[in-house]
């Protein structure tokens, strides 16, 4: 019955004998276990394309709505946050595998000639993974995607000549928005999966057109593919199976909050493969930042390509290839190097170069502890929603909206009795906080109104704390407070976090004269007071 | 068991347990309802006293619907009869056939079904036509006079 059935759709299709010379295709008797990771990248991409589309099945493609529907998928439906975890581990594990598989084509020589056509398209499909991952990333539409994004198409819009071309293409001339995020889905279902599928097919029908590439010395004769590499395969798959299952299940996958562009504080970073990128910026300053962000990675593509033509020699064994082994420990130290120094430089952002200390760089570094307070409260009270171009409250920049710090308080307290028919809520401060909010309106003008956006979170609360702890009794800050104890600016050049962070616990165990009373801060207030005082300028 | 077949009988134990893994959750996926959905909460339609005994009314009432990620707030209609001083049937506006919207038609006294000419008597069993179940009922409360309105029960 069954013969009957393959031999009738055999007559019409061919496709037992199709399936037939693909299994029983001669392989080199050197192959083995070396050679597996292709078919897992072939069947990552397959598992990421069914999870996709599971996803997709209950995923809202617009901003307003994909936060919303992925959390919907994660909380509520059965196996929603399994089908996320596969994609999502599902990603890193697929560039963990074709790098992988590009370093065993790499080590062995099997790009030489005829395959150099094989390796470029292998190059591209490089590419085109790390574009899933690009385009993927922006998805879920928390913060992490949001500034993450933010920062990528930057980046991109700062390439030479064709910068602003790229940022429109990618609809973030401006901001990030609809116009991004629609066009990053698209890319990632419509154009990426198809594109990725047909270049999978043409690499893979150019294997088998040259057959797997042969050891520089054959000792076996050849064998066929199936079923002993199939099974080798197979087992490669299976084990990458279970890994990507188990991450899926026990490893957390981020969802932070909904992504919020006045969120100041957040620190973007890119997925961990894209870290390297991301720590090579910081290599070259200033006007050099473009060998980091297009001129290096740019002769690193190229370089890739055009491997098989640097490499022209007969093909070595590869105990031999030293000069290969060589080339790629020196690019995976280089990688390791930056992806590690990424990873230990970031938990602590909040510490600024000391070499910005020397003088005063951001305006808030100029500003006196009250002051910077003051901009906290500004915003906690969200006087910019009225206090702003095209709203209802007046410029409060422009000088002739300046008045004295006890009008201000007066109006802060009772508007209406200050002016009559104002439409200001009053403000429910203490009069201390008031004072802090005067003192910093006072300071206002249109040339350092950015300090309202631009001020770090951490010096805004750390400036808080150090208000409401008093600090300016007895330091001095950018000329404001008493001189008993040492002033504080560019301390950081002479104390190190830890220990200013001990001092606060236990002042006379670090300087054993000293008056200070000691300060059991909460640890979110430790780190933000004294990443504020480490930013504080040398005067 | 010599190699080949440990090789095959590997090959297609792994991918057989691989698909059961991946379309077991997957079905489980798109299938079982949502977690924590809330019942639809009972919302004020009419007041009774509004109504005239036996004289169904095609009644319109806003409420709240959990639909997937959202809630939506939407337009829904009822066609009430009063049965007695205190009692009334509420019934889903749409014809147990194919969900078209009926109406009461005054002079034959009953309720029809414009697209495949179903009939229903006031108390929903049907009369005529393809229609397999007599009509579906809300769930209702009275509260003094007034008309609240749950969930659609199935006829």
Known sequence: MIRNIVDWLEERTG?????RSFLYEEIPGSSGWHQVFGSIATFLFMLQAFTGIMLAFNYAPTPGEAY?????????LTGGSLMRGLHHWGSSMMIVVVVLHMCQVFLWGAYK???????????????????FGLTGYLLPWDNRAYWGTVVTTKIAASAPLMGPYIEHLMGSDGSIGVVTFTRFYAAHVLLLPPLTMILIALHIFLVRKHGVAPAAIETLPPKKFYPG????DTVGIFASFVLLFVLAVAAKVPLERLADPTDTSYIPKPDWYFLFLYELLKVFPGSLEILGSFILPGLAVLGLFLVPFLDRQKLARLRQRTVAFGVLILAAMLWTGLTVKAVVDSPKPLELNTELLDAPQLPWQEMTPEEVAGIG???KENCAGCHSPGKIGPDLTRPTARKTA????EHFKHPQDVVPGSAMPPIRLNDSQLNTLAAFLLQLTPQNASVIESTPAFAVDGAILYQKQQCGGCHVVNGSGQKLGPGLNGVALRRSKNWIQENFLNPQKMSPDSPMPPYKFKPKDMEAITSYLLALPKV | MDRRTFQLGS????WALMGAAMTTPALIYLLFPPKARKKTDFVEATDL???TVNAPEEVVFRRNRADGWKVTSEKTSAWVVKTAANQAIAFAPSCTHLGCAFHWDERKKEFICPCHASGFSADGKVLSGPAPRALDRYQIKVEGTKLLIGEVVKG
């Open chain 1, 229 to 232: 590499q199939v099974y080798i």
């Open chain 2, 11 to 14: 090959i297609f134990g792994l």
């Open chain 1, 68 to 76: 919303n529907s992925l959390k919907y998928i994660m909380m509520e």
């Open chain 1, 377 to 379: 409260y500004y915003r």
């Open chain 1, 15 to 19: 496709i037992e004998t199709a399936i």
């Open chain 2, 49 to 51: 006293k509004e109504l």
């Open chain 1, 406 to 409: 006890a009008w201000m308080i």
């Open chain 1, 113 to 131: 000639k005829p395959r150099e056509a094989t390796w470029i398209l292998g190059v591209v499909l490089l590419l085109l993974t790390l574009a």
